[in-house]
T-cell receptor, first 113, second 112 residues
C-alpha cells in the first residue's frame, strides 16, 4: 500500500510571501502524485498532478510542485501567496496499477494580510 | 464544463435511519469513487466502481452499500445510521483510474 505524510499541519504565511507545503510519500511501486485544495465548506479541487515526464509540475493558481524520487517527496510551492489561497491542501498518492487514492492529513494554509 | 454532481448537498437524519446519497459523474467517466471526510480529517476511501462493477473497497462499514448503474451514476446507501457517520461524503469520477479524480462538492450528512 501507499501512504502520504504531510509534515506541517498548519502553515501561516504573510501575503505576497513564498510558501512551501511539504509532502512525502511511501510506496514500493511506481506512483502518481497529486495536490488537492479544499476551500471552506467546499469540495476537493485538483491543483496539479505528476504522472510522468518532467519532475516540475505547474498547476492552477500559480502553484507548482517538484517530484523528487530519491527523497520520495512532492512539495508544493508558490512564490507569492494571496489571501484567497487560504485553504486546506491535501497531498495524495495512488499506485500506477492501483485503484484508489491515499490522502495525507492535510495542511492548513493561512495567509495573513 | 460539466462537473461531478452530488445530491443532496445537505442531509439530516436521525440515528438508525437510512440515507441514500447520489453521484452523477462527468459524462464519459466510467469510474466512480466514494470518500468520507470526518470533521477536521482527511478523506477516507470507501469504495469504487469501474464499468458498473465494484473495483476496490476501503473502510466502508457493512451498514453501507453502493452500486453503479447503467448510466454510470452511483448511489451510496447507508443504513442504521450512527452519530459517527456524520461527515462530508465525496464522490469523484475519473476517465481512467489514477489519472486524477474530479470531485463533487460533497453531501454533508448530519446524524442527530
Amino acid at each position: 500500500a501507499q501512504s502520504v505524510t504531510q509534515l506541517d499541519s498548519q502553515v501561516p504565511v504573510f501575503e505576497e510571501a513564498p510558501v512551501e507545503l511539504r509532502c512525502n510519500y511511501s510506496s514500493s511501486v511506481s506512483v502518481y502524485l497529486f495536490w488537492y485544495v479544499q476551500y471552506p465548506n467546499q469540495g476537493l479541487q485538483l491543483l496539479l498532478k505528476y504522472l510522468s515526464g518532467s519532475t516540475l509540475v505547474k498547476g492552477i493558481n500559480g502553484f507548482e510542485a517538484e517530484f523528487n524520487k530519491s527523497q520520495t517527496s512532492f512539495h508544493l510551492r508558490k512564490p507569492s501567496v494571496h489571501i484567497s489561497d487560504t485553504a486546506e491542501y491535501f497531498c495524495a498518492v495512488s499506485a500506477r496499477t492501483g485503484n484508489q487514492f491515499y490522502f495525507g492529513t492535510g495542511t492548513s494554509l493561512t495567509v495573513i494580510p | 464544463a460539466a462537473g461531478v454532481i452530488q445530491s443532496p448537498r445537505h442531509l439530516i437524519k436521525e440515528k438508525r435511519e437510512t440515507a441514500t446519497l447520489k453521484c452523477y459523474p462527468i459524462p464519459r467517466h466510467d469510474t466512480v469513487y466514494w470518500y468520507q471526510q470526518g470533521p477536521g480529517q482527511d478523506p477516507q476511501f470507501l469504495i469504487s466502481f469501474y464499468e458498473k462493477m465494484q473495483s476496490d473497497k476501503g473502510s466502508i462499514p457493512d451498514r453501507f452499500s453502493a452500486q453503479q448503474f447503467s448510466d454510470y451514476h452511483s448511489e451510496l446507501n447507508m443504513s442504521s445510521l450512527e452519530l459517527g457517520d456524520s461527515a462530508l461524503y465525496f464522490c469523484a469520477s475519473s476517465l481512467e483510474p489514477n489519472y486524477g479524480y474530479t470531485f463533487g462538492s460533497g453531501t454533508r450528512l448530519t446524524v442527530v
